[in-house]
């Protein structure tokens, strides 16, 4: 054999065994872990604390202190609707904790800390009961029927069977819009006709849901005003025809507020609380020019824990309300 041939023939092998050695050295070496995200602002909430968090950011970045901070800040918390009252409280809360005289860097850490403090509720009930009943209501074009949609989309992701009874036979499309969402997610529905009465509709979905045994039914009811005495007292009775018909029902009652309404919604929410005993407060529109402060309003001065807020328009734009999260969206929210 040619002398050339049995070179060529080494550095082969000798170039096997490397490449052999580097890749057993490869697997060996432990996997690198994957970088860590960078933080993204919540989605929907920056876009709705944009305007308070660009007040904040003006207020608190100049730095110093001295009553000046103090008025501006009070001025740029009524401006967001977050109310007189709750506006009051924050700064008085905010100077027990680092005095009049503190530094704008203290005096926004503080400013922070309670309003996590003040929006932070217990997490909601769990969907224990056989069946468990929300009742949701709430005024004209909150996006209240859209809302009860994306809950059953939540609970039917979960596994649970859930019932729709379409109780606003007030508003022609409403019942359409129900089917609609009970298509789209796989939930049952109960509907009547046109101009039917809503408690009958209500009795008979409390019906279907022990009959067919149902893990949840959500209620819908007829977008109302709430300075209207006898659409309020039919409201009433609704929620009547419920407790009569499922022990201990409704397990929860959800006012559903639009956030660009600013401190009517605080009037709506009480209102309805009185009626009806509302347990939680879901909040829309967060995704378009609304200030957010209502949330305030509303968690300070009646006590209602923040449920869901929703933030854009698809089927999972509902989320769990995050006290932190929202809080950090006022105070670190940048625009795109």
């Known amino acids: 054999m040619e002398p050339w041939v049995l070179e060529a023939a080494g550095a082969a092998a000798l170039a096997a065994a490397l490449g052999a050695l580097l890749l057993w050295r490869r697997r060996r070496r432990p996997p690198e872990a994957p970088a860590a995200p960078a933080p ?3 989605k929907g909430f920056s876009a709705a604390a944009r305007r308070l968090a660009g007040q904040l950011e003006s207020i608190f970045g100049a730095g110093g202190g001295g009553e000046a901070v103090w008025t501006e800040l009070e001025e740029a918390l009524i401006g967001a609707d977050v109310g007189v009252r709750t506006t009051t409280m924050l700064l008085e809360r905010v100077r027990s904790r680092v005095g009049v005289s503190a530094a704008s860097a203290a005096i926004k850490d503080a400013l922070r800390a309670e309003i996590t403090a003040l929006l932070a509720s217990p997490p909601p009930p769990e969907a224990t009961g056989a069946p468990w009943v929300v009742l949701v209501t709430g005024v004209n074009g909150v996006g209240k029927t859209t809302t009860i ?13 859930v019932l729709l009874v379409a109780g606003d036979t007030f508003r022609a499309a409403a019942g359409d819009q129900l089917a609609v969402w009970a298509e789209r997610t796989g939930a049952q529905l109960v509907q009547h006709g046109p101009e039917a009465q809503p408690s009958a509709v209500v009795f008979d979905g409390m019906k279907a849901a022990l009959a067919r045994g149902v893990d949840v039914v959500l209620v819908d009811t007829a977008g109302r005003l709430h300075t209207r005495t006898p659409l309020m007292e039919e409201l009433r009775k609704v929620r009547r025809v419920i407790a009569r018909e499922v022990p201990d029902a409704p397990h929860e009652v959800l006012l559903v507020l639009d956030a660009t309404t600013g401190q009517n919604a605080l009037s709506q929410a009480r209102q309805f609380t009185e009626a009806v005993e509302v347990t939680g407060v879901i909040v829309t529109k967060l995704d378009g020019t609304a200030r957010g402060g209502m949330l305030l309003a509303v968690r ?3 006590g209602l824990p923040i449920r869901y807020v929703g933030v854009g ?7 769990p309300f995050d006290a932190a999260e929202f809080t950090a969206a006022l105070f670190e929210s940048r625009e795109p």
């Open 149 to 161: 949609g994306k809950l059953a989309a939540r609970h039917r992701a979960a596994g649970r069977r």
């Open 40 to 42: 993204v602002a919540p």
């Open 313 to 319: 328009e698809g089927v999972d734009d509902l989320r």
């Open 300 to 302: 300070h001065e009646l």
